[in-house]
């Protein structure tokens, strides 16, 4: 059966096949986590209960300041299972400067009124200095 919407489809999906799996991950060490729907989705429900008790709700803007992985994929369905809106910012890396970096973030944040953002252990002191009340966390 075909749902109405995304979030639909992916629990027909995650009843239907929930010990299948659903994506690989390749690391830069070319070592591979390989995820079930099941545990994919379980890890995005985590996300969306935790944008959830920090206050965000449907239609809430959410930046995602996060290395490519399982965790940023995670995260941004936990997102769009709360119903919130879910953008990806490119993750800071040796070619860009740190500086413009934080500074296009903070750009970023106040003209699109961002509410949360998830980000890195390392990077949550900077983006709180940049985030005048709204959440920003790490995942855990």
Do not use: C
């Amino acid at each position: 059966m075909i749902g109405a919407t995304l979030v639909e489809n992916a629990r027909v999906l995650l009843e239907a096949q929930g010990r299948r799996p659903l994506v690989t991950f390749v690391a830069e060490d070319e070592s591979e986590t390989t995820l079930t729907r099941a545990e994919f989705f379980a890890g995005a429900a985590n996300y969306a209960a935790a944008l959830e008790n920090a206050g965000i709700q449907s239609g809430d803007l959410v930046v995602l300041v996060m290395e490519q992985g399982h965790a940023v994929m995670q995260a941004f369905w936990g997102a769009i299972l709360l119903g919130a809106i879910p953008s990806i910012f490119p993750f800071v890396n040796e070619k860009l400067d740190r500086e413009h970096y934080f500074n296009s973030i903070r750009q970023l944040i106040g003209f699109e009124g961002v509410r949360a953002v998830i980000t890195l252990e390392q990077f949550t002191d900077d983006l709180r200095e940049t985030l005048a009340g709204a959440p920003v966390g790490a995942p855990t």
